[in-house]
């Protein structure tokens, strides 16, 4: 079989960087092709030096190629873009600067920067998972609804934004940085789900130590300088209590959707309603509520109610929203937060993986709020 450079590149046109998600010949990756007979040379410039993902190019440009004539010899070298070349890749998966800026901060800007997730054209619905109090499980119960979204086949990403007390990272099991190429940082990706945190740039063990200003500056750049790729999803994991991090979001966000992380037993829900009405004070949607650690199962098959009971029901009544789900107390459920292998991404038929799946489709479905647009994506209501 005679091939030519078209035919090559038509058949690397389908093979995508793994975390830009666009095609390796738009971007401008593929640098020199040679065929001399059966034998083709592929050179492929990467976006940095010491790309974590060459491993995966290099298989998914071999396996395009050999795809198209399993009789080809292929041989794959790699260099590095310039800095030219990679302000265009830039440009094509962030926009020009021009596309992205503002005039002055305001409601979905931030520092005179459009928060994309703000504009009303945006399909990406923000989901902020908020507490009244630490050691109720949110952490945990963000990293198994982002998967139970992903699995659903939801393009979904997730802010780590309790920059004390950062987790997600632990819990996803991810343990590499973002890549930077210039200043657009690219969130690691696992189980489907993409991911940026404080744990990226600070040990586990080394505090944090920032006011209100430095925490605002964080989260903006957490919103503006990361390239998320318009998921359908992002889940913003919030520090427990109601400072400077979800007025910042109020502000940054205003069409988020405010989902309430309770214990059943009484004092952990009257804690938790001081997020919500906070929420309703600065004009966020309060959606619904979820109670974790809801019941044990003993080997018996009985339920052992170990925090009470009634909570999460009451705080819902309280706020005039549906209690979505209640999450038994499994050993499964800690362990794969602390290994890193979640829930869902292992057990997700279990008792409590069926609970995060019928709440992924609530509020996928249910939940899903009702957005008229003109021909110009204005929002007219």
């Not at 945990?140 to 998967?147: D, H, I, P």
């Not at 994991?237 to 940054?252: E, N, R, V, Y």
């Not at 997020?275 to 309060?286: G, H, I, R």
Request: hydrophobic share 40%; glycine share 8%; aromatic share 6%.
């Amino acid at each position: 079989m005679t091939l030519n450079k078209e035919q090559i590149l038509q058949a690397l046109q389908p093979v995508q960087d793994p975390e830009l998600h666009r095609s390796i010949v738009d971007l401008g990756m593929v640098r020199n092709l040679a065929i001399d007979g059966s034998s083709v040379e592929v050179e492929i410039a990467l976006t940095i030096a010491g790309c974590p993902m060459r491993a995966t190019i290099e298989q998914r440009v071999m396996g395009a190629i050999t795809d198209l004539d399993s009789s080809l010899e292929c041989g794959i070298s790699f260099s590095v873009m310039t800095e030219e070349e990679r302000a265009r890749v830039t440009e094509i998966v962030h926009g020009s600067p021009s596309e992205t800026a503002g005039s002055q901060p305001a409601h979905g800007h931030a520092e005179g920067r459009l928060i994309p997730f703000a504009q009303p054209e945006s399909r990406t619905r923000v989901l902020l998972i908020a507490s009244g109090k630490g050691g109720v499980g949110k952490s945990s119960v963000t990293t198994n609804l982002a998967l139970a979204l992903a699995l659903e086949g939801k393009q979904v990403g997730v802010v780590d934004a309790d920059v004390w007390g950062f987790s997600i990272p632990r819990m996803l099991g991810i343990d590499r940085p973002p890549t930077i190429i210039d200043e657009l940082l690219i969130p690691p990706e696992r189980h489907g789900v993409r991911a940026i945190s404080m744990g990226f740039f600070a040990k586990e063990d080394q505090p944090v130590i920032w006011r209100g200003p430095m925490l605002h500056k964080a989260l903006e750049q957490f919103l503006t300088d990361v390239y998320w790729d318009n998921p359908d999803y992002l889940l913003i994991d919030l520090p427990p209590g109601t400072g400077d991090i979800a007025l910042s979001l109020a502000q940054f966000l205003p069409r988020s959707e405010l989902y309430v992380v309770t214990t059943p037993q009484p004092a952990a829900q009257k804690v938790a309603q001081r997020a919500a009405f906070m929420a309703e004070n600065v004009k966020l949607d309060v959606k619904a509520v979820i109670e974790n650690m809801s019941w044990f199962t003993g080997d018996d098959g009985k339920q052992y109610f170990l925090f009470g009971s009634g909570g999460g029901k009451d705080l819902a009544d309280r706020l005039s929203v549906p209690l979505i789900g209640q999450i038994p107390f499994t050993i499964d459920l800690r362990e794969g937060s602390d290994k890193g292998d979640p829930l869902m991404a292992t057990m997700s038929e279990s008792e409590a993986g069926e609970v995060f799946s019928k709440m992924a489709k609530i509020i996928d479905i249910e939940l899903a709020p009702t957005r008229k647009y003109n021909k110009g994506l204005k929002l007219l209501d």
